[in-house]
């Protein structure tokens, strides 16, 4: 009778449905099913234990099933924060991602930027690097599309212009996404999954299946899945992200998650100055300069007095 320990793999967790954790060894092609370990899910439960994107240690029983040992430690996360009776419950969009990727349309639709802005506060908010993807650059014309889209990348996020049907722009979003864990957001209509298609075929077919499963209302769904990339990397569909309300944000760390304004609030007049009418307000200063833009400012006063 065999009596030695079962040996512990690690492996990434790449779909999650139903208390079922599929993860994916490396060099495998076919993931394990598994669950939590009983001890894992002892005591009061205050978020998600495991996610998807997770590295876990886990055995292998006897039936090809696993079992999870350990969460290993994670170096990022997009957290969603569910208000509950018994308190605060952690749940986890996705773990480990290494960057944020925002698909707008420069027209057809409209591009939303103060919902753009939104995404970018949370994303600073999370410390997840954010892309910006300005698709359907072949409507507008690059110049007018930079036009829109050209002053984020003076604020630390990089733009790529883009068109799936010109196929603009998707060898540089291939190589962004390459080697990498992205989480893919954007309003619908904006060619989210023609894009995906044309990096990879059938990648848009199965991130927009997802995509439109949770848009019925079921953000709070707990069917997620990560898509393999050709040459390595991962995307992770993120239609949660709208649902990432800022309301466990104090208004007075908004100008926190504005890289344009965080430096200014130092120089201002009076340390708890709100940068709406005080005087000596240096962000004030900066908005009627031209040194911080009209409309990202208005963004700003919005989401600190909790308007979408």
């Known amino acids: 009778m065999d009596m030695s320990t079962p040996e512990l793999s690690t492996g990434l967790i790449i779909r999650a449905q139903s208390g079922f954790f599929f993860v994916l060894m490396e060099g495998q092609t076919q993931p394990v099913t598994c669950q939590l370990r009983g001890r894992l899910k002892q005591g009061r439960r205050e978020g998600d234990l495991a996610a998807v994107g997770d590295l876990v240690s886990f055995t292998q029983l006897t039936d090809g099933s696993g079992s999870i040992e350990e969460i290993l ?30 698909v707008f349309a420069c027209a057809n639709p409209e591009p939303r930027l103060r919902m753009l802005d939104r995404f970018l506060v949370i994303a600073e908010k999370q410390n997840v690097p954010a ?35 010109e196929n603009i722009g998707v060898d540089e979003l291939k190589e962004t ?14 060619g989210k999954s023609s894009l995906m298609n044309t990096i990879q075929p059938g990648l848009g077919i199965a991130v927009g299946e997802i995509s439109s499963y949770n848009d019925k209302g079921k953000h709070t769904t707990n069917f ?4 393999p990339l050709e040459g390595g990397g991962w995307v992770a569909d993120a239609p949660g992200w709208k649902s990432l309300a800022l309301w ?54 919005r989401l600190k007095a909790g308007q979408e």
């Open 131 to 165: 892309v910006i993807v300005a698709n359907k650059v072949d409507i507008v014309g690059l110049a007018a599309a930079k036009e829109k889209f050209g002053f984020y990348p003076d604020l630390g996020y990089p733009v790529i212009y883009t068109s799936a049907k």
């Open 177 to 190: 996404l390459q080697g990498k864990l992205s989480a893919l957001a954007g309003p619908s209509g904006v």
């Open 224 to 227: 997620r899945q990560l898509h």
């Open 73 to 102: 430690p994670r170096k990022s996360e997009i957290v969603r924060l569910d208000p509950r009776p018994q308190g605060e419950y952690r749940q986890i969009l996705l773990a480990n991602p290494d960057q944020a990727v925002f």
């Open 248 to 301: 466990d944000t104090e208004p007075e760390e908004m100008d926190a998650y504005f890289p344009e304004l965080a430096p200014l609030v130092e120089d201002c007049q009076f340390s708890d100055c709100g940068h709406t009418h005080e005087p000596g307000c240096a962000v004030l200063a900066a908005v009627k300069s031209g040194q911080v833009r009209r409309e990202r400012y208005d963004s700003y006063l």
